[in-house]
């Protein structure tokens, strides 16, 4: 079983750069990060391998976000810079049981409950 808890979201200004964090328990294999938006589907944000030497990004966010993990302290990141209003979300760490690693929600086994995030214009 892998328990996944989320930590660091909050209220930022456009432009600003934020990171949070997703502290996990158990094997995991790739992990990622989706983001569900008020009155919106959950959609993908990043995904990473087990080894952390591969990474996808959904376009939105190429070249702003960054999602990288640290195998010794059991812990994925993602860090947001030039925050965009339209980033505001709900972020949701995703863990998987199989080698699966990609942007499909169903590919991943663990949730976390999630963190807000809100950037003000």
């Known amino acids: 079983q892998v328990h996944l808890v989320e930590s660091g979201g909050g209220t930022v200004q456009a432009g600003d750069s934020l990171r949070i964090s997703c502290a996990h328990s158990g094997r995991t294999f790739a992990m990622g990060w989706f983001r569900q938006a008020p009155g919106k589907e959950r959609e993908f944000v990043a995904t990473?391998?087990?080894?952390?030497?591969?990474?996808l990004y959904a376009d939105s966010v190429k070249g702003r976000f960054t999602i990288s993990r640290d195998n010794g302290k059991n812990t994925l990141y993602l860090h947001m810079n030039s925050l965009k209003p339209q980033d505001t979300a709900v972020y949701y760490c995703a863990a998987g049981s199989t080698y699966y690693m990609g942007g499909r929600s169903d590919g991943y086994s663990y949730w976390g409950q999630g963190t807000q995030v809100t950037v003000s214009s």
């Open positions: 990473i391998s087990e080894s952390g030497d591969s990474t």
